[in-house]
């Protein structure tokens, strides 16, 4: 007997996200799964997550990401790939252009044949690190290969696509799906787990993030149709690198005995305004116009360290995986 049911079509909407295995693009997809289609595309390792599709894709080769947008015709294009260590962008700095400029170029030029609007994360790096408040008008002043690019990358979407989001971001931690790349906040955990002591940088000045807080702000700015806006995403307060370890180990019950502070070496690009760095540098990104815009209160880095620890249920174990959909949230 053959059977006359089909399957109900999806007609959720469809988040492409580029680079799905990245740390960026991970967090992303495990967020916007539950209400939405999402799909992703990696290089060459894949790293599969329950529940997505995942496919290869050189965002490089223009061909092969006009068959992605072709075969998906997502609604948004989540743009995930790059080269975010600023150490790794001076040391290469002709993958740091490709990835974080050239791949996006071609995303960007190709996405509107479908209808897609495109969605990008700069940081913070675009400026120089000025003791100030940075605002959206202030124009880009960039002292590393990693802001350059990004600064570029930034330009080009507000001069050439009609429909394009840009959420420039303090810093963003988590925990990431590649087991052998630890991300930031793992390697503090693994530290603090282990006993190792570890020196900390405690002369740059910046926001810090739980990366699902850009999950749910991204989600607000699409439920709201926020287009063709540069934004920008951050804790109300600034920390060094050694205030956040000092502030984890508080919150999540360690000792903090072994966090030692120091200065690591902050790569200037040549050319740039500086040519050393003697003075603390102050990424102060100013959070008013997302505040305005979606009538929230951004938290400050002691409340989104605690709403991470609630995320991991108190988890201490960076490699445990915890699924957690990022609700609930009260002073938001």
Known sequence: MVSNF??????RKTVLIIGVNSFLGSNLAEFFRKDYRVV????????PLPGILTLPCDVLNKDEVQLVLYAFKPDFVLYCVGLPSLKDCADMPNSSDALNSAGLFNVAELAPRY??????????????GLNKNYNEMDNPDVITQYGKAQASSEFYLQKSSLNYLILRCCNLYGRGIAPLKNT??????KNVKNNQGVVY???????????????MILKMCIDKNVTNRLVHLSSQDTMTHFEFAKLYCEVFKESDGLINNGKWLFPIAKGSSLEKIEEHLYYK??????????????????ESMEFTFKRFNGSKDAH?????????????
């Open 6 to 11: 089909q399957s109900a079509p999806d007609k």
């Open 40 to 47: 992703g595309t990696y290089h060459k390792k894949n790293h």
């Open 115 to 128: 209808g897609a609007r495109i969605v990008y994360f700069s940081s913070q790096y675009v400026f120089s």
């Open 184 to 189: 930031f906040f793992e390697q503090l955990q």
């Open 201 to 215: 940088d405690n002369f740059v000045h910046q926001g810090f993030l739980d990366v699902y807080y850009l999950g």
């Open 285 to 302: 990104l100013d959070v008013l116009n997302i505040e305005g815009l979606l009538k929230i209160k951004m938290p400050t880095i002691t």
């Open 320 to 332: 445990k995986a915890v699924k957690n959909k990022g609700e609930g949230i009260s002073f938001i």
